[in-house]
């Protein structure tokens, strides 16, 4: 019944993915005849190093259009922080203006001030025409005269191909500048001048330019070369786990033939804890939540692979790809549920509503309450990242309605599976004393180990990642992502494998938490790199942009502890089986 129903609640989730995408189009067909009003918008403003920092447009003292409209959002437009406002002057279909007034506005001592701050920090505006961004700084810094510089004449190049919109660039005049140095009122006068040009680039390719200046083959050759010797890796892990099988596989049919052996080798190595192998851990209830977030995670990340590979997460598609975790997330709460409480009634627990209160809670937690302390920053700094009460509405409904039947769905169906778990070797009634261990064969030094080699392979694309979330820098290497996230999970697998080998070769049989610690190892790795990456590579500044990078990183990488501590666990677990299965256990 499970097979059944979670293929198709998954085959859902992608419709309605798809469906909250187009509705989230503009209700413009893109076609106009000469005169016709082009659809455009200002967004927001924001300081340039600190991307998640940004403002209203109009927050500043710019002129306000007579009549001012909110356009209708998305979800995930919203959860991006964008905050689309009406024209502040209108652009007709093959129309061109030269020097055209918007208005004139007597700008006082505290709006200078108010701008030269905001030049200071080289603030850039964001606009969409037809769909397409616009983006320019909104002033000047002479440094070596200390001189504050507005730009108060935008130029407008339009490239159309028949009745559609193809292209826009964007330039400030820096001929007609208005000089803010000195803490006085100062008359402006704001201007736009449009021209149009005719081009022969067809209307399905005019997104291609914004991901073709980040394919360079520069680009795309330390891209290949990334997911290259990520293949290499797996190849030579695999390689190195069947030489450890093939001697297991020996020595397990010398062990099972010769009884004589088999009795000189009772008492040392791997084959003395066959009966506490497969002993249950400790706090079976938590462990049995990690696995059902992890997986649960795991499915979520997968599918946004297929979204992002068939096309739907194209450049400045504004909030796609929020709204594809939030609609995902809540329709594969149900996978949570599932293999939580199945799990858990194979290791003979009882308790499976608090099961199911802990795989609700384990992810979703600390996420809302990160959520809340930076939701609270961000309106205290009266930035866009502050969500509206209705937003907030509606995501608590999805939880709601969607997220949390579907939760205990997958539970009621996890709990009447009966599913057995399947041990080849029978469990001793009183545990067997594990032997003193050097210190490198402790948790936190297997744990380095094991991560250590999976964050090299990914580091590379997680830069590239990195400038994306947290900078201005577009994406779209979907496929070798793709190649290098199923070389991570390979070489996870692996690396566990041959970890718990060795663990149990030192006769430590509690294997079950630390194959799951250090198959998410690598998620520590990933929170540690966010600290090289903002001290390093990036000028971030700020109480708000720090706290929502090391805040919300910090449930990423939470996030990616519970999806690869799984994919380390269940790796060891069919390693052990192997291993176990092949020998005759009394």
Partial sequence: MAEKILPATLFVSVLLVLSVDQASSD?????????????????????????????????????????????????????????????????????????????????????VAKFRAVIHEDYYYQMYFDDLPIWGFLGMVNKEQQRYYLFNHILLNIYYNKDRVIEITSRSDTKAMVELTEDKEVDVEFLYTVEWKETDVPFEKRMAKYSQSYSLPRHLDIHRNSAIN??????????????????????????????????????????????????????????????????????????????????????????????????????????????????????????????????????????????????????????????????????????????????????????????????????????????????????????????????????TELYYIFASVWGHRIYTFYSFLFIIFISLLIVTALITATLTHLQLAAEDHSWWWRSFLCGGSTGLFIYAYCFHYYYARTEMSGFMQTSFMFGYMACVSFGCFLMLGTVGYLAALRFVRHVYGSIKCE
């Fill in 230 to 459: 990520s293949c290499m890796a797996v190849l030579l892990l695999a390689g190195f786990l069947a030489a450890i099988l093939r001697i297991l596989n020996n020595d397990s049919v010398k062990y099972a033939n010769d009884e004589e052996l088999a009795a000189d080798q009772e008492e040392t190595g791997w084959k003395c804890i066959h009966g506490d192998v497969f002993r249950y851990p400790r706090h079976k209830s938590l462990f049995a939540a990690c696995l059902g977030s992890g997986t649960q995670l795991l499915t979520l990340t997968v599918f946004i692979f297929i979204l992002a590979l068939v096309g739907v997460f194209y450049p400045y598609n504004r909030g796609a790809l929020l709204t594809a975790l939030v609609v995902l997330y809540s329709l594969t709460s149900g996978i949570a549920g599932y293999t939580a409480t199945s799990f858990y009634c194979q290791l003979g627990g009882t308790n499976c509503v608090r099961n199911l209160l802990l795989t609700g809670c384990l992810f979703c937690g600390p996420l809302l309450l990160t959520f809340c302390f930076l939701n609270a920053v961000a309106v205290a700094y009266t930035a866009t990242a502050a969500l509206p009460v209705g937003t907030i509405v509606v995501i608590a409904l999805i939880w709601t309605l969607v997220s949390s039947p579907l939760l205990v769905l997958g539970g009621i169906i996890g709990k009447n599976s009966k599913a057995e778990f399947q041990a080849p070797c029978r469990t001793a009634e009183y545990p067997r004393e594990i032997p003193p261990l050097r210190w490198y064969r402790q948790t936190i030094p297997q744990m380095a180990i094991a991560g250590f080699l999976p964050f090299i392979l990914i580091q």
């Fill in 27 to 111: 209700e413009s067909d893109h076609r106009y005849r000469q005169g016709d009003q082009v659809p455009f918008y200002v967004n927001k403003v924001g300081p340039f190093h600190n991307p998640s920092e940004t403002y209203r447009y109009f927050d500043l003292p710019y002129c306000l259009p007579d009549k001012t409209k909110e356009k209708r959002l998305s979800l995930g437009e919203v959860l991006n922080g964008d905050r689309l406002v009406s024209r502040p002057f209108p652009i007709e279909f093959l129309r061109e203006r030269n020097s055209v007034p918007v208005c004139k506005k007597k700008l006082s001592k505290e709006d």
